[in-house]
């Protein structure tokens, strides 16, 4: 098979404080020193943040305001955005969109799957970000007395890539999958099911359930966004472009920091990014509190009560997830549970 070398979509971004261009690749992560830089001219050199009318060249084109510099950068960026779907099949990890605010004070936005974050031109980062509460700014190392600029957009946007768990790689319909430490490649392949063959994820050097065992995922967490496959050996098989948006469901819902995150922390327990509480009844019985099917990733709660019965043996517990005599007990279970599936 001849692999097919792909062009590699970019975003322009406009930094105001020193009236420069960066272009950031939408694929792969990058260094500040690598990033392409194009200056914008104005006639005196500098210019003052409230001024209206300028004038600015960019690239040998003319523009009288800021407003139509970034109206020429964001729509040129969606075209990006656009070329990206075209070529790979699903959406990039986020989209960067600028606007001048009623100062002339440029706002960047950048759209994740997760939401949507603004930043003012020389601003202050939130501490959220500084502390890196949000997953996919869990790689970037940005400090308190940062600002808003190219530096700091290069490190957020290399801790983005990092996170999205699915992306293309260079060659046609080959995506590069993160799970923790490993790399895997994958592909959308055929197989035959019936008179129609379907397509599904297939993985180059592994097994095809990797993923979903890695980060949890069952069929009926995704079942609404593909409603025409079905699973074959446990594999989730059905159209093309139901295989492509079942990508671009993992990538909305899974951060590669996150996948296979476990802590206790006093009676606290976070999952694969779920939370549960260790609780205490009133007889001094011990249980969890929150959607222990989905932390741990599993089908029913008579897994979560076979678990225990192979654990402490064919005695009665009580409650719906089972009640354990001792709060070791239960972390007991818990570490079998996240082992079970």
């Not at 779920?274 to 205490?280: D, F, G, R, V």
Request: hydrophobic fraction near 40%.
């Amino acid at each position: 098979m001849i692999i097919q070398l792909l062009e590699e979509p970019t975003y322009l971004y406009f930094d105001q404080m020193v009236m420069k261009v960066y272009q950031l690749p939408i694929m792969c992560t990058t260094q500040l020193p690598a990033v392409e830089v194009y200056n914008v001219r104005h006639p005196q050199g500098t210019m003052s943040m409230r001024e209206r009318e300028v004038d600015l060249w960019f690239q040998d084109a003319h523009y009288n305001t800021i407003g139509d510099l970034l109206k020429y950068i964001n729509k040129r960026n969606e075209r990006m955005f656009k070329y990206y779907v075209e070529k790979f099949g699903i959406s990039p990890a986020y989209f960067l969109d600028q606007e001048a605010d009623a100062d002339n004070v440029v706002i960047t936005t950048i759209v994740t799957h997760f939401d949507s974050y603004h930043f003012e031109c020389d601003g202050r980062i939130d501490y959220e970000i500084i502390e890196k509460t949000i997953p996919v700014f869990s790689y970037a190392d940005i400090k308190e007395d940062d600002r808003f600029g190219a530096e700091v957009l290069v490190k957020m946007h290399n801790s983005i890539i990092k996170n999205q768990v699915i992306k293309p790689s260079i060659y046609k319909n080959v995506y590069t999958v993160k799970m923790g430490d490993l790399f895997a490649k994958a592909t959308i392949k055929t197989i035959d099911i019936g008179r129609v063959p379907g397509y599904h994820l297939h993985f180059l050097s592994h097994h095809d359930r990797i993923i979903f065992d890695y980060y949890h995922i069952r069929y009926s967490d995704f079942a609404y966004v593909i409603p025409d496959t079905k699973l074959s050996n446990g594999i989730p098989v059905g159209p093309e472009k139901d295989i492509r948006r079942l990508i671009n469901y993992i990538n909305m819902t899974y951060c590669v920091c996150e996948g296979s995150k476990f802590s206790v922390n006093d009676n606290i327990i976070i999952c694969n990014k779920h939370k549960l509480e260790i609780t205490q009844t009133r007889s001094g019985k011990w249980y969890i509190k929150g959607d222990a099917l989905l932390a741990f990733g599993l089908d029913s709660m008579e897994v979560i009560r076979k678990a225990a019965s192979d654990l402490f043996g064919k005695k009665r517990m009580n409650g719906v997830f089972p009640e354990c005599d001792s709060k070791e007990d239960l972390l007991r279970l818990v570490e079998v549970l996240r082992k079970y599936r």
